[in-house]
């Protein structure tokens, strides 16, 4: 999954939210079975990226998604070249809170989860 999405930048506000930008890989193989002729990012990969950025953002090294309290999935996500920008915060306890939407403005998900370092 390394090449399914690019970090493209990232910034932390003086609230200590996180918002990082990414281009989506409109060629990788997940979208031959999701769906053909049709793709959309599966909401798994969602959550992973989030997990993945907040991860990057704290030098947690890796973790795994310990609960997921909340993944509401608005609209889906298309590669459709549109950049796709994930703005969370992450507390000490390891529990994120972020929404995921197009760089033009469509809202995509609101995730709340709490990681677990592996």
Same mark, same amino acid.
């Given at each position: !999954? ?5 970090? $493209? ?6 609230? @200590?939210?996180?918002?990082?930008? $990414? ?9 031959? @079975? ?13 959550? !992973? ?9 704290? @030098? ?33 306890? $390891?529990?994120? +809170? ?6 033009? @403005?469509?809202?995509?998900? +609101?995730?709340?989860?709490? $990681?677990?370092?592996?």
């Amino acid at each position: !999954m390394d090449d399914f999405f690019k970090i $493209l930048a990232s910034t932390e506000s003086a609230e @200590g939210t996180w918002t990082y930008t $990414l281009s989506i890989n409109p060629d990788h193989d997940i979208f031959r @079975g999701h769906f053909p002729g049709r793709p959309v990012v599966p909401g798994v990969m969602t959550l !992973m990226m989030t997990r993945k950025c907040a991860e990057q953002a704290k @030098g947690l090294g890796a973790t795994r998604i310990g609960a997921i309290k909340e993944a509401k999935y608005i609209s889906p996500i298309t590669p459709d070249g549109v950049d796709v920008i994930i703005t969370f915060s992450i507390d000490e306890s $390891l529990n994120v +809170k972020g929404e995921v939407r197009s760089a033009d @403005g469509r809202d995509y998900t +609101k995730i709340r989860m709490t $990681l677990t370092r592996e």
